[in-house]
């Protein structure tokens, strides 16, 4: 990933004028611009299958190259997307079974994008000879950086395809994973309500039904497209692998804490995953928090614990049909900033300019629809002088995290199936804990499930809803070797086939590490209790009661501690005085449980006691001070250490930062950080010390 930092992407064959002489002479301005703007890179061609390929086996590459070669010129380098989210007309009016079908049994027709079946085998060789007709042309050609695999797996197949093509492709699915069909009935539990199946060819997706639908069967069908869409995914990289040398890299634009696919398992065929960021997305209807926008990026730098490339960065107003707000001066760069402070190493701005026709004409890009530049072009312009060369120096360089969060692809598919209770949501859980730690400027890892534990001085894994004894005896030996360890509510439920164990009393494979049983709980909904942290707990003596009221949420387990000792109980409902949250001395370390959902005051009250316990705060902290809204992080590598100092708010805001400190960029005077304002510093990593 060496000699790009910042990029935008670009689509040439949206500006195509009268003559061949006109669009050159457009991409040769637009060029230009990009070269004053201080951008190295653009991805182009991930939605121009019909451009390249207008009438099946007649392509038409020579629009690509040219453009290619003028961005070359002004010292830009190009990175081309396969263009499989977006199937031509020709293709489907002659191949119409490669339209996806919903679980409704309706099929979504042609005239958007991912209008694909990527279990339909005439679909994916159709793809297979697109990509391989762009691998042929362009694997020679050393203006080409790397390569994008489709776009955004997951976005527009949210009801997944459940035609007879993917029936079929499950079917044979399942008949791998359990050899015969008596398994499968015992893995999905088929005695209840008469499901059960004298043959895998008799299984259907989970198609709408009257009445509800098996958790376990909705479980394998996630596991099922995951695995789909990987293997979709591993055609078009074989074939790049194969054809063009190993300098041209592949990748993948992934999208946060989506779930349709795992990035755990796509990443293994890539080399880095790269993402789109949007904090400024339309359809959630607001902006995201700083939290949120932290947490998105710490999650996709956690799918292999890597750096990674923003190839979509928000640059100006976003939407569709409607649009939503446009970002305040200075927020652009402080966004892009961000990025580079979690660990991208690349940002590519969407898009370079805005286009006049089709569902995107109001996305906008760093030029507006007239291609005449303006604010967003100034203040990308004046980030890139600014940044570039501090990037230079930290590439590679990652966040230095002691406290990770586990995120399992499968518990979230779990709970998607059946949420226990409304609003109690897995990835909603993953963000709130991960906030408590941002608020206090902890470095945050999020980690798989196989993922290594011993890095790690603190680890919370909430909901840990299926679960085995491996799991079990994986966390039990992290905690005896000294790890400190939080669980959370409807852990050890259910196996791994999503069947309730019936073999113990919750929390399940977790009793022993945790310490405490749990005969009885109250899913709350949207009911709350009161709880508190004191001395009517237990032994809790040297715990402190919260200055402000605190709550529990959602889910009340009414926890007995056996070796466990109460740090919090609940002050309210039948089971007041019994305790909702525990710690348990295992070994050389500590397993904390906590028996419902915090709100946010007790949360602080929670993660303010672990991190005085475990001292974690200690040997993160960061000798900066800031008032809130400032975000603080930092990167490290070979001993030197850069923080980022972010205003998230619309105010001056003053800072304290160590003389000892260097500042490398940003605008920062008299300790003050103007409105979205950014600062990076940079030290010896051992400052602190």
């Known amino acids: 990933m060496k000699n790009f930092r910042f990029g935008a992407d670009y689509y040439p064959d949206h500006w195509e004028q009268k003559t061949p002489e006109e669009t050159e002479k457009r991409v040769r301005t637009d060029a230009e611009l990009m070269q004053k703007a201080g951008l190295k890179v653009v991805r182009l061609a991930e939605f121009s299958w019909y451009k390249m390929e207008p009438e099946e086996g007649k392509y038409d590459f020579s629009w690509l190259e040219k453009a290619i070669e003028i961005l070359a010129e002004y010292g830009i380098v190009s990175v081309l997307g396969t263009p499989t989210a977006a199937p031509p007309a020709w293709l489907v009016r002659k191949h119409p079974e490669v339209l996806p079908k919903g679980p409704d049994g309706i099929v979504r027709n042609f005239g958007g994008r991912h209008h694909d079946c990527q279990s339909n085998p005439v679909y994916r060789e159709y793809a297979k000879r697109i990509v391989t007709q762009m691998a042929l042309k362009f694997k020679d050609n050393p203006k080409v950086a ?89 055609d078009q990289t074989r074939i790049i692998r194969e054809i063009c040398p190993k300098s041209q890299f592949i990748t993948h634009n992934c999208m946060g804490f989506s779930d349709i696919v795992s990035y755990y398992d796509l990443s293994e065929q890539l080399d880095f995953v790269s993402h789109d960021l949007y904090p400024g997305g339309y359809w959630r209807g607001r902006d995201l928090t700083p939290s949120e926008i932290a947490s998105e990026l710490d999650g996709i730098r956690g799918v292999n614990g890597s ?322 809204g400032v975000e603080v992080t930092s990167r490290v590598k070979n001993g030197v250490k850069w923080w980022f100092v972010l205003n998230h708010t619309g105010d001056v805001q003053q800072i304290s930062v160590p003389e000892s400190l260097k500042k490398e960029a940003g605008s920062i005077e008299d300790g003050k950080l103007k409105p979205y304002g950014y600062a990076v510093f940079s030290g010896p990593s051992d400052i602190e010390k």
């Open 146 to 234: 790397g390569w994008q695999i489709d776009n955004e797996f997951g976005n527009s197949h949210w009801d997944l395809c459940m035609c007879d093509s993917c029936r079929a492709s499950f079917q044979k699915w399942l008949k791998k994973r359990y050899g015969n069909v008596e398994r499968l009935n015992r893995a999905w539990g088929t005695h209840f309500w008469s499901q059960g199946y004298n043959d895998f060819s008799e299984v259907f997706p989970p198609v709408k039904t009257p009445c509800g639908a098996n958790p376990s069967q909705v479980l394998d069908w996630k596991r099922f497209h995951s695995d789909l869409i990987c293997d979709f995914s591993l």
């Open 307 to 628: 750096n990674f490339w923003i190839m979509e960065q928000q640059c100006s107003v976003t939407g569709w049909e409607n649009m939503g707000r446009a970002p305040k001066p200075g927020q652009i760069p402080l966004w892009a900033v961000d990025s580079v402070a979690h660990g991208a190493d690349t940002v590519v701005f969407f898009r370079w300019r805005s286009c006049t026709a089709g569902t995107e004409q109001y996305w906008h890009g760093i030029l507006p629809h007239s291609g005449i530049p303006g604010r967003a072009y100034d203040e990308i312009q004046k980030l890139t002088a600014d940044m570039t060369p501090v990037m230079e120096r930290m590439e590679s360089a990652l966040p230095e995290a002691k406290v990770a969060i586990v995120r399992s692809y499968e518990q979230g598919w779990a709970f998607q199936a059946q949420p226990n209770v409304p609003g109690l949501d897995y990835y909603g859980q993953l963000i709130k804990y991960h906030k408590a730690f941002y608020d206090r400027d902890i470095p945050v890892d999020f980690i798989g499930e196989d993922a290594d534990l011993s890095a790690y001085d603190l680890v919370i894994a909430p909901l840990q809803y299926l679960s085995d004894e491996g799991l079990a005896e994986k966390y039990d030996a992290y905690v005896k070797a000294g790890g400190n360890l939080v669980l959370t509510m409807r852990s050890g439920v259910k196996d791994r086939d999503n069947i309730c164990d019936d073999s113990r009393s919750l929390p399940g494979v977790f009793a022993n590490l945790l310490g405490i049983s749990i005969t009885e709980y109250d899913p709350l909904g949207r009911a709350r209790v009161p709880i508190s942290f004191s001395t009517d707990c237990g032994k809790v003596s040297d715990f402190h009661s919260a200055p402000v009221e605190i709550l529990a949420e959602k889910w009340a387990d009414v926890v007995t501690c056996d070796t466990a000792e109460a740090v919090a109980g609940y002050s309210g409902e039948w089971y007041a005085g019994q305790p909702a949250i525990t710690v348990n001395m295992r070994g050389l370390g500590t397993a904390w449980y906590v028996g419902t959902e915090p709100d946010e005051n007790a949360l602080n009250e929670l993660i303010s006691v672990i991190v005085e316990k475990t001292h974690i705060l200690g040997k993160n902290s960061v000798k900066i001070t800031h008032s809130v």
